[in-house]
């Protein structure tokens, strides 16, 4: 089984800065892709960002500037770079990662338990 663990989560001013990470541990042979989702209140869950199989890293339109993605493929750990948060981006934060338990093995989707963020003064 695998198993993701996220942190950083947290209460902050607007404009200030967050990092969420994620942590894979488990039977991984590889991770296809990373992905961060969040779900606001009273909405369907989002994505938010996202690096694809072919690493192609993409971005909701309202983060676009203010948030970065990375990974530590070593690590098998995923980022979330939040700067210049605003009242808006108050969410749960999940991660998602499409991991390959064995070669031979077609990528499943794997989440995270969720992390809250709130972005207020």
């Known amino acids: 089984q695998v198993r993701l663990v996220e942190s950083g989560g947290g209460l902050v001013q607007p404009g200030g800065s967050l990092r969420l990470s994620c942590a894979a541990s488990g039977k991984i042979f590889n991770v296809d892709a990373w992905h961060w989702y969040r779900q606001q209140p009273g909405l369907e869950r989002e994505m938010v960002a996202e690096?694809?199989?072919?690493?192609?890293?993409n971005y909701v339109d309202s983060v676009k500037g203010r948030f970065s993605i990375s990974r530590d493929v070593g690590k098998n750990t995923l980022y979330l770079q939040m700067n210049n948060l605003r009242p808006e981006d108050t969410a749960v934060y999940y991660c998602?990662?499409?991991?390959?338990?064995?070669?031979?093995?077609?990528?499943?989707?794997?989440w995270g338990q969720g992390i809250q963020v709130t972005v207020s003064s």
């Open positions: 998602k990662l499409d991991i390959k338990p064995t070669l031979w093995d077609r990528a499943d989707d794997t």
């Open positions: 690096v694809t199989f072919n690493g192609n890293i």
